[in-house]
């Protein structure tokens, strides 16, 4: 359960336990979640304008996941399919414990035949410095445990959005053969969680211009017209020598929820993971998915 400061009014719970239902539930735990709540005449406009349940009341059928709590943190998503021959996608959440989607949403996008989801997120909102508590309490334990998880499946891919986005390319510098992407990722350290923090950090940072100069599976998406996130991505594509793709017809820092908002979440995600891909198939493929409506 999120929890927040001071006595909550009956209306601001129901907003928390939204919350914290669309940072956690599967889609078919989140639609009986929120069905559940028209019994309750205080939610009902709740209930009516949220997005989540719009998406999913829209759809043929919900994902078939199941959820495996391995900390309060690290959630498991596992498809109704044995582990091997499929694969494992590790999402490193943004700020708020999601991929700057809800997760039912995100999971909804995604194939359970295909693929597991592990869902990593980092209750500090640190940006990982300290990785995940009772998980790994820095990046190589957290990418150790990663590595131990991900090791019954055929191939993995390490997916940070945000504040995740970098940490999710340290992590796959430190799993061997696993594709790395950043979707908007920010830059891991500043001055003010620095003076906040303690902390020392890593002495040494897998992301550092002492990279062997190899060409590498590391990935670093940004919307077309954000500035900030352009820079950063550009930087860290050259320190790493990864590939930096402008998501086209994108002004927004939370990619994926732009994407959501206009149909294009699902194909992105299908192509973005499909490691059979050459850059260049891939530059192609993600350019060409259109917008099938527009944001409201």
């Known amino acids: 359960m999120l929890l927040a400061e001071g006595p909550l009014t009956a209306r601001r719970q129901l907003q928390v336990d939204i919350l914290d239902a669309e940072t956690r539930l599967t889609p078919k735990e989140y ?21 989540t349940r719009v998406y999913l009341k829209n759809k043929w059928w919900l994902r078939r996941y199941r959820r495996v709590d391995l900390t309060d943190h690290v959630t498991l998503y596992k498809g109704r399919r044995s582990a091997s021959g499929r694969g494992l996608l590790i999402g490193i959440a943004a700020f708020y414990g999601r991929m700057t989607v809800p997760t039912p949403v995100f999971l909804q996008s995604l194939s359970p035949r295909h693929w597991d989801v592990l ?30 998880v991900a090791a019954p499946y055929g191939r993995s891919v390490v997916l940070g959005t945000s504040m995740g986005g970098l940490a999710a390319i340290r992590l796959a510098l430190l799993c061997p053969g696993t594709r790395g992407i950043s979707i908007g990722g920010v830059r891991a350290l500043d001055v003010r969680r620095m003076y906040s923090d303690p902390f020392p ?17 590391l990935w670093f998406l940004h919307g077309s017209t954000h500035v900030q996130d352009k820079k950063v991505a550009g930087q860290y594509a050259q320190t790493t020598r ?11 820092h939370a990619v ?3 994407l959501w908002r206009q149909g294009r979440l ?11 891909l050459s850059p260049k198939a891939l530059r192609q493929r993600l350019t060409a998915i259109k917008p099938l409506r527009l944001e409201s």
């Open 266 to 276: 699902e194909p992105f995600l299908a192509a973005l993971l499909d490691t059979s």
């Open 201 to 217: 950090g890593l002495a040494y940072d897998p992301l550092c211009d002492c990279l062997p100069k190899l060409r590498r599976d």
């Open 31 to 51: 639609w009986s979640f929120i069905r559940s709540l028209r019994l309750d005449p205080a939610a009902k406009d709740l209930v009516e304008a949220n997005e």
């Open 119 to 148: 869902i990593v997120r980092d209750p500090s909102q640190n940006q990982f410095r300290r990785g995940s508590a009772g998980f790994g309490d820095d990046i190589p334990k957290l990418a150790h445990r990663i590595t131990e």
């Open 256 to 258: 994926f929820a732009h």
């Open 242 to 252: 990864g590939h930096r793709f402008a998501v086209p017809d994108c002004p927004s």
